[in-house]
């Protein structure tokens, strides 16, 4: 079983919807990363998180420590935020461990 | 952005030859890393430096050693390449642990 999982692999959305991803892990951690790839391969770092809510225009992320639990939303999704989303988190090693991430495809 | 180029962007090699991948940082930063991306699989760490001349493997180090003599540069050395190591390699420059985290472009290697 991979330590960091996430669900769902793939989503499909209309433009204009309101979209959660989920991440869920089982090592004791220090901080959770969400991360966005672009086709094409680029990754930029969306948010890290160690507690609470971030929230960065239409992109808020959460994280329950004690549940070992994050989620990443999207509200009115547009056509430009299909890509690849991955999670990671930052275990006591002070490595990072990957999901293998959700692909959303965001139609107009 | 930050300033972090990788190169090649694409290469085509044969079995057992071997391969160098370099990973360039503008912004001074302590800590890189080389990580490869298959389908199926997360991001996964195979080496990674902390310095100049201080590198340490990752999960999947088998195959790959690394070199940093500078601190702008990372390189990623495949001996004697095998089509297992066919996938996408990708940089990354940070502070401890990645708090800060930049990734190069990727480079899309294919071991024939």
Redesign the interface.
Known sequence: KNEVEQSPQNLTAQEGEFITINCSYSVGISALHWLQQHPGGGIVSLFMLSSGKKKHGRLIATINIQEKHSSLHITASHPRDSAVYICAVRGNTDKLIFGTGTRLQVFP | DAGITQSPRHKVTETGTPVTLRCHQTENHRYMYW?RQDP??????IH?SYGVKDTDK?EVSDGYSVSRSKTEDFLLTLESATSSQTS?Y?C?IGG????????G??T?LTVV
């Open positions: 990580y199926g699989h997360g991001l996964r760490l990674y990752g996408v990708f990354a401890r642990g990645l708090t800060e985290a930049f990734f472009q990727g899309r």
